[in-house]
């Protein structure tokens, strides 16, 4: 038996370790366990993702919860740390770029050298190589320490393999097959379409809004302009924004919530006006439902970008970069920035003209987790 750790802990996590699980339990030899850092703790930012993913309840939950990055990055791996010691798995397995990810593969690596082991446990990157090049953002310290520190890294596009290559990787760790998300948005796209959230939410010609990076949220100046702006919107199109908890908490804290504290639900919306609505984080099934039928997506978000492309939604990313350059290249994704003129330029160019052809980039068709856990089999 091979012990198997699939790490989560962030809600998009959730959705790329689901596929894995899935394939990792076709193999008798492979004993998987589901380890819960706690990163996201609400109900809707965690275990309703497990529910929708019909993922079982994590074999391991280390209960870390929010902080400043060192402190929630370090007791990440305290806790994981003592896992390792007595679980001894002989794969951890990280996801994606959030603090969650780099603590469990620093964690791993500290381990290895003090029980004198090169190779064991393996280390492992899934959605390896994205790359914003833009180093003021957390995620992008994440994805570059924990690529450095891999044994084996799957990318999702070629683009990222060149990343990894330019930074000196060795070619033979890399392996480029397709994106893991994509495998749960193809999963559960039919399901989606029994959500009942927009009638719910008496939603027909609606744009969607997500909204949580740091930097467009916890300035209160660019955050006062982003939602102005999205009020100038609202005017010819109704607005849906499933409110991160970051968001909620410095919208309420800058006054931009005309009547907070209030409970955000889909069953009891708030309004910031009549058209645009403010509502929880959705569960993953309504918010799939959300996005197939919107007239276009506002976001900030890496996984909302590729989730568009694929779904062929205009997506407007309220951003100065992306790690995900193929969605602009390949599919229906725009930067626009965070600036009032652009951001209006690019939703009225999407509401008056025919949206740009797409195409769906490279190995992103579902069978991604088959792909890596034949080579991780191969490994073992
Ligand atoms: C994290 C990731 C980010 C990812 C995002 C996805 C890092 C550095 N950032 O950002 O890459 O895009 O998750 O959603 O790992 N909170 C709650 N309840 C929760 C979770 C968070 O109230 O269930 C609040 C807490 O006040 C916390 C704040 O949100 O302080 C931020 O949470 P944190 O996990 O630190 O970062 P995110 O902004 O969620
Ligand atoms: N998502 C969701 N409900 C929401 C917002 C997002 O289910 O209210 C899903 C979305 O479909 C995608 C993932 O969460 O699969 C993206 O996560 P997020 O935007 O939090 O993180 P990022 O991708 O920016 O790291």
Known sequence: MKKIFLVGGARPNFMKIAPLWKEFKKYKHLDVSIVHTGQHYDFEMSQAFFQDLKLPNPNFYLGIGPGTHAEQTANIMIKFEKLLYTETPDIVIIVGDVNSTIACALA?????????STNRPLIVHIESGLRSFDRTIPEEINRVLTDTISDLLFTPSLDANENLKEEGTLESKIYFTGNIMIDSLLAYKKLAKKSKILEKLGLKKYALLTLHRPNNVDDKKILIEIINTLKEISKTIPIVFPAHPRTKKRLTEFGLLPDAPITLSSNNPSAITNNFLIIDPVRYIDFLSLESNAKFILTDSGGIQEESTVLGIPCLTLRDNT??????????????????????????????IKTKKRKIPELWDGKTAQRIVKILNREL
């Open 323 to 352: 790690e995900r350059p193929i969605t602009v290249t390949q599919g229906t994704n725009i930067i626009v920035g965070t600036k009032r003129e652009s951001i209006l330029k690019a939703v009225y160019k999407i509401m008056t």
């Open 108 to 116: 791993t690596i500290k381990f290895r050298c003090s029980v004198n």
